[in-house]
């Protein structure tokens, strides 16, 4: 199969012809028809995130089941599917917490570079090349844990699904699941790129009264309210958190959603928010950057600082709960949908991203 190989950092992709092992126990050969280009994958590419190469990117994906493994009841052949970039055992300490996006096997499959058995199913045995978060979808085919595939309705696109399988799942859940955003809530988004966008979506759906949409970017404005926002305001502005209290009845936030992975945002975000307000942190910052707040401050401040990842709440439920959002019209996900490439223009699509494209590359495949 046609696959986008990262052989060194910072350095474009590789398209290689590269073998592909057949589906063990419990895991599923998906034809991959879609797949986003998000900022988790450029900044692995770029090595700000400490992965083992060689691996194939792309965790934003969804396709076709193609073959099926010994053991697996979830799906069958011709299914379509959307991956779970964190697809769950169900039996370990995390997942019996209900925390399954903490679940032991898949971190140990994540870090290891393979599947649930920390072995890779994509190269020659002798130079295996890793996979990413179990999904590598920058690639035709895929092996996957059969807990990550999640079946799609016939009328939502691939390229929709896709979309749905990290950027706006990890927006919309941060301020559902982490959040909490009720009717008549303040809140502020801090960040408005591909998941930013969906938490000015969410937070409009749960009845935020006030939304507030930073960025350093004043052209992101217009999309921001699109979206939902009811103001935009400039991240640089001095006179921020003045600006802040000054729309929220001289308080501050309710919630703060960051989603840049700057800890400059990150600092912002935490001071923006009203006293026993909850900080929501989404976005993923660089290796050995570290986030300061004012101690002194802290414990008076009753804050509420929470870590977020992929919507923090029970992703296969999440994405079935969005597509049908989508699908009665209430989540808006074509217009994030921008360039329609195919895996040969990977590199630039990497490049667009950095430049700050506003709308999502879809990578899809005939
Ligand atoms: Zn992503
Ligand atoms: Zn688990």
Redesign the pocket.
């Known amino acids: 199969m046609k696959a986008a190989v990262l052989r060194a950092f910072d350095q474009d992709l590789l398209i290689e012809d590269v073998a592909i092992a057949d589906p063990r126990e419990r895991e599923v050969l998906v034809r991959i028809m879609a797949t986003g280009v998000?900022s988790?994958d450029l900044s692995t590419i770029r090595g700000k995130t400490a992965s083992a190469l060689p691996l194939i990117p792309g965790?934003?994906a969804a396709g076709v089941v193609e073959r099926v493994g010994p053991g697996v009841s979830k799906v069958r052949p011709g299914d379509r599917v959307v991956l779970s970039w964190a697809p769950n055992c169900g039996h370990c300490f995390y997942c019996h917490e209900s925390h399954p996006t903490l679940c032991d096997v898949y971190g140990g499959a994540a870090v290891s570079g393979g599947l649930w058995d920390q072995t890779s199913r994509l190269g020659p045995a002798s130079t295996p090349i890793n996979h990413y978060s179990c999904v590598s979808s920058f690639a035709e085919l895929a092996v996957v844990p059969e807990a990550g595939c999640i079946i799609i309705p016939p009328d939502v696109p691939f390229a929709v699904a896709a979309l749905v399988g990290?950027?706006v799942t990890t927006g919309f859940g941060a301020v559902v699941n982490d959040a909490g955003v009720r009717p008549g809530d303040s809140v502020a988004v801090v960040g408005v790129g591909g998941v930013g966008i969906n938490a000015i979506q969410a937070a409009a759906l749960s009845g935020a009264e006030t939304i507030l949409a930073v960025d350093s970017n004043p052209d992101k404005a217009d999309l921001a309210r699109q979206n939902g926002a009811t103001h935009f305001l400039h991240a640089l502005d001095d006179g921020l958190i003045d600006t802040v209290r000054g729309l929220t009845g001289g308080r501050g936030v309710d919630h703060a959603i960051e989603c840049t992975g700057r800890p400059m945002a990150m600092r912002n975000a935490y001071a923006i928010t009203r006293p026993a307000g909850s900080v929501v942190i989404v976005g993923i910052a660089p290796v050995g950057a570290e986030l300061s707040i004012p101690a002194i401050g802290f414990p008076g401040s009753k804050k509420r600082l929470i870590g977020s990842i992929y919507g923090g709440g029970v992703p296969e439920r999440d994405i079935t709960r969005i597509l049908s959002l989508y699908q009665s019209g209430r989540m808006h996900l074509d217009a994030q949908i921008g360039a329609r490439i195919g895996l040969g223009q990977v590199n630039d699509a990497l490049r667009w991203l950095e430049q700050g494209v506003l709308a999502r590359t879809m990578i899809e495949f005939a």
Do not use: Q
């Open positions: 998000c988790s965790h934003e990290c950027a």
